[in-house]
C-alpha cells in the first residue's frame, strides 16, 4: 500500500471529507505567507505556519512518545496532519479545524505547556481530556481530534507497521504444498 492509499484510508477513518480536487481545497490566508512555511528540514508546510508547525511536533510528541518506537514526529505524523488538512479537508472543515487548533494552542499556550517537562505536558493533556467543564469543551474537542488524527497516522505508517506491529502483508507469500499445520492447523478461508 502506498502513501496516497494510506492517507485517504485515514481521512475516511477520521471522518474527514475527501474532495476531487485537492487543489482547489487549499485554505488561502489562514497562516502565514509562502516563504513562512518552509521548515529547517526542507518540507514546505501546507495548512499550518511555522510556529504552529513546531506546537503541533511538541503535541503529538506527548501523545506518542519515543519509547522502544519512534515518536509521533520521527515517523511524521505532525507533517502528515499538515498535508491531511492542507490539501484533503474541505475549506469549511479547515476553519473548523482551524478554530479548534488556535483554540487549544491558546490553552496550552496559558498553561505554559511547551516550558514544562513531558510528564507536566503530559498532565495538562490529561486533566483536560478529563474536564467536565462546558466552558473547556471547544478545546477538549480540538485536543480529541489531534488525539486520534495521531495515532491513526502514526499506526498507519509504513515504519510502524512492519517493524513494531504484527505485520502480514496481502498478498502474502505464495506457498504452493504445505501442510495444514504448517498453516497454523487450519485451512485458509477463501
Request: a neutral charge; glycine letters at 8%.
Amino acid at each position: 500500500m502506498n502513501r496516497r492509499e494510506i492517507l485517504k484510508y485515514t481521512a475516511f477513518a477520521t471522518g474527514a471529507a475527501v474532495s476531487g480536487s485537492l487543489a482547489s481545497i487549499i485554505l488561502s490566508g489562514c497562516g502565514s505567507d509562502a516563504t513562512d512555511k518552509a521548515l529547517a528540514d526542507g518540507y514546505k508546510a501546507k495548512f499550518f505556519a511555522v510556529g504552529e508547525m513546531t506546537q503541533l511536533r511538541t503535541l503529538v510528541d506527548v501523545i506518542l512518545p519515543k519509547t522502544d518506537s519512534p515518536s509521533a514526529s520521527e515517523v511524521g505524523v505532525h507533517k502528515i496532519m499538515d498535508s491531511m488538512v492542507g490539501e484533503v479537508y474541505t475549506a469549511e472543515r479547515q476553519a473548523e479545524f482551524r478554530k479548534g487548533f488556535t483554540a487549544l494552542t491558546d490553552y496550552l499556550n496559558k498553561a505554559g505547556f511547551a516550558d514544562k517537562p513531558i510528564a507536566a505536558q503530559t498532565q495538562i493533556l490529561k486533566t483536560l481530556a478529563a474536564s467536565t467543564d462546558e466552558a473547556t469543551k471547544p478545546v477538549r474537542d480540538a485536543y480529541t481530534d489531534v488525539r486520534q488524527q495521531t495515532i491513526a497516522y502514526f499506526l498507519s505508517n509504513k515504519e510502524i507497521g512492519t517493524k513494531y506491529l504484527n505485520y502480514l502483508p496481502v498478498p502474502g507469500k505464495y506457498e504452493a504444498c504445505i501442510s495444514v499445520e504448517e498453516a497454523g492447523g487450519k485451512l485458509w478461508a477463501i
